[in-house]
C-alpha cells in the first residue's frame, strides 16, 4: 500500500510539473505573439497605415513574388497563412527575405540597372554573370550587396541597439549569404 501511495504521490508531482511547465510555455508563447503584435502596429503608425493595410501589403508581396517566379506556390501559400494568423513576425525568415530584397536592390544599383531591368536580366543567368559581362568583379559586387546592411548594423552599434560581436555575427552570415546570391543562377521563366 505504501509504495503505491508514493508512486502516486510522484505522478501527481510530475503532473503538476508538466502543467507549470506548459503553463509557463504558453506564456512564453502568448509574449512572443504580443511582441509581434505590437512590432506590426508600430511598423503600421510609421508607416501611416492600419496594421490590416500592412498585412494586406505583406499579402501583396508575397502574390508579387509567386508571380515573379521568386518563391513557389506552397511557401507562399505558407506565408499567406501566417501573415492571416497573424503570425508573420519570424524574425529570421522575415529578416531573410528583406535581407535578400534589399541585397537584390543594391545589385542593381551596383549594376546600374533599375529594379524592372534587373529581373528582366537575371532569369538564366547570375548576379555574378551580369557583373562579369560589365566588367565588375564579383567581389565588388558582393560588398555592394552588403553595404546597406553594414551601414545599418554600424549605427546600431553606435546607439547601443546591439554590440559589435552581435553586429560581427550578423555581418558574417550576410557575407555568407550575398556570396550564395551572387553566384545563384536564378531560374529561367
Same mark, same amino acid.
Given at each position: 500500500?505504501?509504495?503505491?501511495?508514493?508512486?502516486?504521490?510522484?505522478?501527481?508531482? !510530475?503532473?503538476?510539473?508538466?502543467?507549470?511547465?506548459?503553463?509557463? *510555455?504558453?506564456?512564453?508563447?502568448? %509574449?512572443?505573439?504580443?511582441?509581434?503584435?505590437?512590432?506590426?502596429? &508600430?511598423?503600421?503608425? &510609421?508607416?501611416?497605415?492600419?496594421?490590416?493595410?500592412?498585412?494586406?501589403?505583406?499579402?501583396?508581396? =508575397?502574390?508579387?513574388?509567386?508571380?515573379?517566379?521568386?518563391?513557389?506556390?506552397?511557401?507562399?501559400?505558407?506565408? &499567406?497563412?501566417?501573415?492571416?494568423?497573424?503570425?508573420?513576425?519570424?524574425?529570421?525568415?522575415?529578416?531573410?527575405?528583406?535581407?535578400? %530584397?534589399?541585397?537584390?536592390?543594391?545589385? !542593381?544599383?551596383?549594376?546600374?540597372?533599375?529594379?524592372?531591368?534587373?529581373?528582366?536580366?537575371?532569369?538564366?543567368?547570375?548576379?555574378?554573370?551580369?557583373?562579369?559581362?560589365?566588367? &565588375?568583379? *564579383?567581389?565588388?559586387?558582393?560588398?555592394?550587396?552588403?553595404?546597406?546592411?553594414?551601414?545599418?548594423?554600424?549605427?546600431? =552599434?553606435?546607439? !547601443?541597439?546591439?554590440?559589435?560581436?552581435?553586429?560581427?555575427?550578423?555581418?558574417?552570415?550576410?557575407?555568407?549569404?550575398?556570396?550564395?546570391?551572387? *553566384?545563384?543562377?536564378?531560374?529561367?521563366?
Amino acid at each position: 500500500m505504501r509504495l503505491n501511495r508514493n508512486a502516486l504521490a510522484a505522478l501527481a508531482g !510530475g503532473a503538476a510539473l508538466l502543467v507549470g511547465g506548459g503553463t509557463a *510555455v504558453a506564456a512564453q508563447g502568448a %509574449g512572443s505573439a504580443a511582441k509581434c503584435e505590437a512590432r506590426l502596429a &508600430k511598423i503600421a503608425e &510609421k508607416r501611416g497605415i492600419t496594421v490590416a493595410e500592412l498585412q494586406a501589403r505583406m499579402s501583396a508581396r =508575397v502574390d508579387a513574388a509567386l508571380e515573379n517566379g521568386r518563391i513557389s506556390a506552397a511557401r507562399a501559400a505558407r506565408l &499567406k497563412a501566417r501573415i492571416a494568423q497573424g503570425a508573420a513576425c519570424r524574425p529570421l525568415a522575415v529578416r531573410a527575405l528583406i535581407a535578400k %530584397g534589399t541585397m537584390l536592390r543594391a545589385a !542593381g544599383r551596383f549594376l546600374g540597372l533599375s529594379p524592372r531591368e534587373l529581373r528582366a536580366e537575371l532569369p538564366g543567368t547570375s548576379l555574378a554573370a551580369l557583373s562579369a559581362a560589365q566588367g &565588375k568583379s *564579383v567581389e565588388a559586387l558582393e560588398a555592394a550587396m552588403v553595404a546597406p546592411a553594414k551601414a545599418r548594423l554600424a549605427r546600431a =552599434v553606435a546607439t !547601443g541597439r546591439i554590440d559589435q560581436t552581435r553586429a560581427d555575427r550578423v555581418l558574417e552570415r550576410l557575407e555568407q549569404a550575398a556570396a550564395r546570391l551572387a *553566384v545563384k543562377t536564378f531560374p529561367a521563366r
